[in-house]
Every structure is written in C-alpha cells, then in structure tokens.
C-alpha cells in the first residue's frame, strides 16, 4: 500500500496551517501576546499569528492563534472503528421494529454519575430530537424513558431490570479528571457483578466518546458530538436483530 501523506489545510493544500484555541493565566496586552506566540513556537509551530486575545476573567486571556504544523501523517496508517449504522429514516426503523421484532424496543437514557448535564441524552431521547432528526420518545415503535442527570448506576440498572430494556444509553458530558471514564466503568462493573450485562445493549455517547473508547472499556457500541437519533435507533435495531437471528425472518 503506497503513503498517504497528508498535512492540515488552511488557504493552499497541505499547507500545514492550524488554529488554535486556548487560555493563559495572564491579564492582556502586548506581552501577554508575545507570550501566547513564544508559547505556540515551542509546540513546533512556525509562521506564527496572534489573531485574537481577550481577557476572560480577571488575569486570564483567552488566545486564537494560528501557525504552520510541520509534521506529516500517513493516513494509509490511521485505524479506527465505528459502529455499524444502517442508514435508514424514521418511518424505515419504526417499520423494522415492527415487522421484525414484532414488540416495542424499550430503551432508557441517563447521564450517569454527578454529571448535571443533560444536552447529550436529551438530543437523542427528547421528541424534538436534534438537527430535523426525531428522538427516540416520537418513535411509535420504541418505549423510550429519558432518566435525566445525575442518576446513579444503581437506579439505572434497577430501572432496567424493572422495564425489560433492551439498550440502556448512557452519557456523559462532563470530562475534567476523567470523571466519564470512571462512570463508564462504575456502570459496567455493576452489570457484571449483577451478571446483567449480556441482557442489555449497552451504548456510550458523549463530547469524547469515540467508538474505540467505549468498545475498550467493554460497551457495545459509542458515538461522538453531531450523532443522530436516528443513526442510534439504527443501530439499536439492526444490533438486536442481528443478535436474536431475526434477519431471514
């Protein structure tokens, strides 16, 4: 296989431009400019602009810098996994949950652990749903209970039980300390000392969830920011079919 090399793009192909955002514990001005440009240079950069700086807080300056990267990457080198998604539309997955499953999917939703936020799960869960896409509760097709936040592994799995689900969804959006990832972990732990964990589907989603990341620490499946409804009701469906030898059917 021959090299694909490849570098950032700013105004001409494989210029190696980047942007870059990010805050210095210092008040604004002329320095504190200088300093965001000498701090950017030892990252490597060259052609280095300060285009923007404003002080956030007292102290504190927030940078946007541009510069020009170096390095080159092989992209014939790069692996990474998604989840397998069958595109298909709203009326295309209520059809095959109908025909093939012959019931309803019941699927709960939770940001899991202390994190308060709930724009992850709601995007997915709520009938408004997220870009002109459904959520999961507009689905006649699928019983969907958004838990909200700050639910405990616990309740979640207790629930679970209590309704039959077939996939919980779980998210989280806070990341400081890595706190997600211990969430993640706390819930599978739980599932597999309850010896529940082959009973569900079991979904990770969050700012830094990737596929990779979830299947590592033992979840079926993970999706990332600008994830559909839809892309996750597919998943659900083709996943569950696919496991209960549904598909000849």
């Not at 504190?32 to 440009?37: L, Q, S, T």
């Not at 080198?77 to 025909?99: G, T």
């Not at 309740?155 to 997600?180: C, G, I, P, R, W």
């Not at 990737?210 to 996750?232: I, R, W």
């Amino acid at each position: 296989m021959t090299e694909e090399l490849i570098r950032p793009y700013g105004d001409t192909l494989n210029d190696g431009i980047v942007q870059l955002a990010f805050t210095l514990p210092i008040a604004n001005g002329a320095r504190a400019k200088k300093a965001a440009e000498l701090y950017v240079e030892k990252l490597n950069f060259s052609d280095i602009s300060v285009s923007y700086a404003k002080e956030i807080a007292t102290g504190f300056t927030y940078f946007i810098v541009y510069g020009k990267a170096s390095p080159v990457l092989d992209y014939n080198s790069v692996e990474a996994s998604e989840a397998k998604v069958k595109e298909m539309d709203f009326y295309q997955i209520n059809e095959l949950i109908k025909s093939r499953l012959n019931r309803h999917l019941v699927v709960l939703g939770a940001s899991i652990g202390t994190d308060a936020h709930t724009v992850g799960i709601d995007a997915i869960m709520n009938m408004k749903g997220y870009n002109q896409d459904y959520g999961l509760e507009r689905y006649p097709e699928i019983e969907a209970l958004n838990m909200g936040a700050q639910v405990s592994c616990e309740e979640l799995v207790k629930m679970a039980v209590k309704m039959d689900a077939d996939a919980l969804l779980v998210s989280q959006t806070v990341t400081q300390k890595d706190v997600h990832l211990r969430n993640f972990t706390e819930l599978i732990e739980l599932l597999e000392a309850e010896q529940l964990r082959d009973r569900f589907l079991l979904i990770a989603g969050g700012a830094r969830v990737t596929n990779d990341l979830a299947v590592e620490f033992g979840y079926d499946a993970g999706f990332g920011p600008g994830t559909l409804p839809s892309q996750v009701a597919s998943y659900m469906v083709t996943t569950l079919i696919e496991r209960k030898g549904l598909e000849s059917e």
